[in-house]
């Protein structure tokens, strides 16, 4: 069913991993699209291009003009912009106690300030009598629990749950909606490697609640619905895509390892 035909969608950090999950999405309901990344497509766009007009646009999301400039040159090959997926990010954690400036400053940058000047350069485009415009942010549940050595990504994350918060809010004046997804552990290229060290996968499906990891495809589905027509009444909200982790508490059952 084409919920997105003739809606315009850019998508930041999108030629793998989440971004290009939510991209397909995009593309099998009808949206044209404009996907990211700060080096090559590798393919990305060829594929998209099968299921939908697809652009792909390559600028680093960390400076600000870089965020800029992805939302202009967006526009000018769309036409008008209906979403805004923030997604492009970086986790580069390591001990506390290791944490250096440039590192702190390369996850900030993409994580937060891409985010954030994304969004203002996206507002600017919206026209006043525009309907059902929306941001979506990709956070992580990170953002509600924090995790041993990931001080610098739960901090960006934190931010960004703020930062929806806020933006809803700013932004409701120009009928603009604001949301987050909060994926948990999923399976993408920058996850792959960890995961299959050890019984590391063993370890983490233990302690989902729907026993599985997820993947890119999770995602794509709830993007689509806080875009579409049937989310008009939600702003300002993240919602959690984990298989159950935020729900759970500690389990003594033994039989679940």
């Known amino acids: 069913m084409d919920i997105m035909k003739n809606k315009c969608v850019c998508i930041s950090g999108s030629t793998f991993g989440i971004g290009y999950g939510i ?19 590798n393919g990305a766009q060829k594929k998209i291009s099968e299921l939908t007009e697809c652009y792909f646009v390559k600028e680093d999301l960390s400076t600000v003009e870089g965020a800029q400039n992805f939302i202009n040159k967006s526009y000018d090959l769309l036409g008008k912009l209906d979403t805004l997926i923030n997604n492009a990010g970086t986790f580069l954690d390591t001990n506390f106690e290791n944490i250096s400036k440039e590192s702190f400053e390369k996850t900030i940058n993409l994580n937060v300030r ?4 994304a969004s203002q350069a996206f507002a600017k485009k919206i026209k006043k009598n525009q309907t059902n415009a929306s941001i979506i942010c990709i956070g992580s549940s990170n953002s509600k629990a924090a995790e041993k050595n990931s001080v610098m990504y739960d901090t960006s994350k934190g931010a960004v749950l703020m930062m929806i918060r806020s933006l809803a809010v700013s932004l409701a004046p120009k009928n603009i909606r604001v949301n987050g997804i909060g994926p948990g552990i999923l399976e993408t290229p920058l996850t792959k490697d960890g995961l299959d060290k050890g019984k590391n996968r ?56």
């Open 23 to 41: 991209a397909e999405a995009f593309a099998k309901r009808g949206a044209k699209i404009v996907i990211n990344s700060n080096e090559d497509d």
């Open 202 to 257: 063993e370890v983490i499906e233990s302690q989902i609640p729907l026993r599985r990891i997820g993947s890119p495809r999770d995602i794509g589905g709830a993007a689509v619905f806080l875009s579409s027509e049937e989310a008009t009444y939600i702003t300002g909200q993240m919602l959690y895509i984990d298989g159950g982790i935020l729900a759970n508490q500690l389990n003594w059952d033994q039989s679940l390892l």
């Open 114 to 117: 891409g985010y954030m000047f």
